[in-house]
């Protein structure tokens, strides 16, 4: 039988596929190469409870994938480094049923509209393909609204001065906010900023049949084990309460068949090996910035664009010991943030012209806790003294921090392609890295970070420091790799075949019959993580098929 | 009983442990919180069934709720494929060389215990910092799952007790419990 779709991917962009098709009575088959620890395997629109709260498990044993012995990645920094300088983990999103959105934190910001029009607005930028998109905010207002709503978002409507329009409240109010972030947030406002509740994908109340968050703390990198994080499990078990959908976990998407114009099916590769071809009418990836183009790679696609344009978001992180106990591991992990670092003020358009720039851009500052124990024991000594320190806990109990998403701009030569020569456990070919960061994310960078260790000695901070990810200058591996965990823009959207992959409606230039519905398509990469504006996406491109 | 080293091994392990994570005050250090076993039964994971890679969910009955960590998850082809590999080395088998050759953990530990000497035990404290700086690569690795053993969730081996996270003032795993608005933000 020839399903209607086929989707690549069960993460916060196919989920809302999944969601939208299903819905329109469209029969689906999710094709995940993870394994399904999200949802009951004898009822799949139940939850599973496979999620704890072990730093082991979900920080140093890959249980949310990938691997990287099974599923390498490489990575080189430029041509000249050679074939790669390294195999092993890139910016791994997870490789699980649910995708990105189960080890996220749940923050899931909109972009403003100035995010869909930098080269409009601002103009080029040496060394950079700055472009618009080829939609602008108003255009997505209404799928924002709708994937809010899907997924369950909490916040606070008005707190942000500089927030894009809204059509309707936030589904949720915003939770309780975390001791340290009040006191963050206190200082920022005193130094002129402008913090607010993050808007969370965290349940502060019950909603859509999934409890309130109980404040446990284990939320980044973490699965979240009551499920009050809605993203993407709420479309999920939608999805499959339809009795129209299919989940076949552990499962390979190898090749998109392609016949003329049309996609005809994709090759599967089974959880015991076994290859098979599955029909389907439309075919949709949603793989996420790094598997997406590698699958189409795969397929023999050759447009010179695909994996062109790798965007990660440059942080610069700052964090200040506090001689006062911060509470950063009990809460929802992230409560408050501000903008006033995206938006700019006079000091850094004077520090953009002194660096030659014609303009810069920041990214969303997240308040945030200190690590756990497990990690931060790793980066204390051993010896005589380890157990003292770690009783002192310097960056953990008395630790707050920021965290910069810079916008990262969209650069020719940061790319994905095939490797020449790693594979997979399956025999494929992996996806190769080419990154480095530019200058205006340095520039930004060194900008903003002394700023952010104002707020921190406004808070009392006996100390504070600042580093980057990637790391700046000489870093060696594997600092030069970055680790923000969100990838974007290998397979540009646009109008123009000969400068964009995908068409404004999501589909692959010349192709009637493939959608992109992740991250991939994003044009620029605002200072916002992509997880909400994917999802939007996804769900305007699921619409216009239906 | 050690899991998978010899017994002369598992003395040189907890000695060298000792020496990264001393006790401290009321603390535990490391053999004392069991951070040798933690270490021996991840180079044993495949001596039980299921192998002890992943502990159970979503409750360790610490805080409520049932003691689900003490089931640990079964393992896929891939998850014990990429597992074997990385704790047994790729042994030349082709179906782990797909990228070359692996050394797997079990090689790393014996070679890097031997190397401190079978004397390790016998020698002062002085001699046996003096010869973990000796082996930086494989102090680095003892030294990270010593950490691993020592703060993670006791049902892996380590942390005895959980007595490493009241050490630290670490409330450790709180589910099902979690923490109420007014711990949050008024604690």
């Not at chain 1, 329009?165 to 309780?176: D, I, K, L």
């Not at chain 1, 406002?189 to 404040?215: I, T």
Request: hydrophobic fraction near 40%.
């Amino acid at each position: 039988m020839t399903v209607d779709a086929v989707i690549v991917g069960s993460g916060p962009g196919g989920a809302t596929v999944a969601d939208v098709l299903t819905a329109a009575g469209w029969s689906v088959v999710i094709v995940e190469k993870g394994r399904n620890h999200l949802l009951d395997p004898d009822q799949l629109s139940q939850p599973a409870f496979d999620y704890s709260n072990d730093e082991i498990k979900f920080h140093n044993r890959y249980f949310l994938g990938p691997d990287p012995l099974i599923e390498p990645r490489t990575f080189r920094s430029q041509e000249e480094d050679g074939d790669r300088l390294h195999v092993g983990e890139f910016n791994s999103v997870p490789t699980t049923v649910g995708g990105g959105g189960v080890h996220a934190d749940g923050k899931v910001p909109r972009f403003r509209p100035d995010d869909f029009r930098l080269l409009s607005q601002f103009g080029p930028q040496p060394g950079a393909d700055v472009a618009d998109w080829p939609l602008d905010y108003d255009e997505l207002e209404p799928y924002y609204a709708e994937v809010e709503r899907a997924i369950g978002v909490a916040g606070t409507e008005g707190s942000n001065p500089f927030a894009a329009p809204r059509s309707g409240p936030f589904p949720m109010p915003s939770g309780a906010p975390m001791f340290g972030a009040i006191r963050s947030s206190e200082a920022a406002e005193k130094l002129g900023y402008h913090p607010y509740p993050a808007p969370s994908a965290v349940n502060s109340v019950p909603y859509d049949s999934r409890p309130a968050c109980n404040n446990c703390g284990f939320c980044a990198f973490f699965g979240c084990p009551i499920h009050a994080k809605g993203d993407p499990i709420a479309m999920l078990q939608r999805t499959m309460g339809t009795g129209r959908a299919e989940l076949l976990a552990e499962t390979f998407v190898s090749r998109v068949r392609i016949e003329g114009r049309r996609a005809t099916g994709v090759d599967l590769v089974g959880p015991d090996g076994t290859e098979r071809f599955l029909p389907a009418r439309h075919v949709v990836v949603a793989a996420g910035a790094i598997e997406t183009p590698r699958l189409l790679l795969l397929s023999g696609l050759d447009h010179p664009l695909i994996g062109r344009y790798l965007m990660t978001h440059f942080q610069t992180i700052t964090a200040g010991s506090m001689p006062y106990r911060t509470y950063g591991e009990r809460g929802r992990a992230v409560t408050h943030v501000h903008d006033d670092m995206i938006v700019g003020d006079e000091a850094s358009r004077a520090a953009a012209a002194e660096a030659g720039l014609p303009w810069m851009r920041g990214g969303l500052v997240e308040h945030s806790g200190g690590g756990l124990p497990i990690m931060e024991a790793k980066h204390m000594p051993w010896g005589e003294h380890h157990t003292e320190i770690m009783a002192s806990s310097p960056i953990r109990r008395g630790l707050w921090a920021f965290i910069m998403q810079g916008e990262d701009l969209p650069y020719a030569t940061n790319r994905v392609d095939l490797d020449p020569a790693v594979k997979d456990a399956r025999g494929f070919p992996v996806a190769r890295v080419t990154y480095k960061p530019g200058k205006h994310e340095l520039v930004a960078s060194a900008h903003y970070s002394p700023r952010l260790m104002a707020i921190l000695d406004e808070m009392g901070a006996q100390w504070t420091a600042g580093t980057t990810s990637p790391g700046t200058g000489n870093a060696s591996l594997p600092e030069a790799i970055p680790e923000s965990r969100h990838n974007m823009g290998t397979v540009r959207m646009g109008p123009d075949p000969a400068t964009s992959v995908v068409d404004p409606q999501g589909r692959i230039h010349d192709l009637d019959n493939v959608v992109i519905a992740d991250s991939s398509v994003f044009v620029t990469s605002a200072g916002y993580g992509p997880t909400l504006t994917l999802a939007a996406l996804a769900a305007r491109a699921a619409h216009l098929l239906v | 009983m050690p899991a998978w080293l010899t017994d002369a091994e598992f003395a040189v392990l907890s000695a060298a442990c000792d020496r990264l994570i001393p006790p401290f005050d009321a603390g535990p250090g490391a053999s004392e919180a069991g951070v040798p076993e933690y270490i021996d039964r991840l180079l044993g994971a495949f001596t039980f069934d299921p192998p002890r890679i992943w502990a159970g969910g979503p409750t360790s009955g610490r805080y409520g709720g049932e003691a689900a960590f003490t089931t640990f998850h079964r393992l896929t082809a891939l998850d014990e494929l990429a597992w074997r590999m990385r704790i047994e080395g790729s042994q030349g088998r082709p179906e782990r060389e797909f990228n070359g050759p692996v050394v797997g953990l079990q090689q790393r530990y014996r070679e890097g215990l031997s190397a401190l000497g079978p004397d390790f035990t016998e020698v002062d404290e002085a001699e046996q910092v003096a010869r973990l700086r000796a082996h930086p690569e494989f102090t680095e690795l003892l030294y990270g799952h010593s950490c691993e053993g020592m703060y993670g969730a006791p049902e892996y081996g380590g942390n005895r007790d959980g007595r490493a996270w009241v050490a630290i003032g670490f409330d450790g795993d709180v589910q099902p419990r979690g923490w109420t608005d007014e711990e949050v933000s008024n604690p």
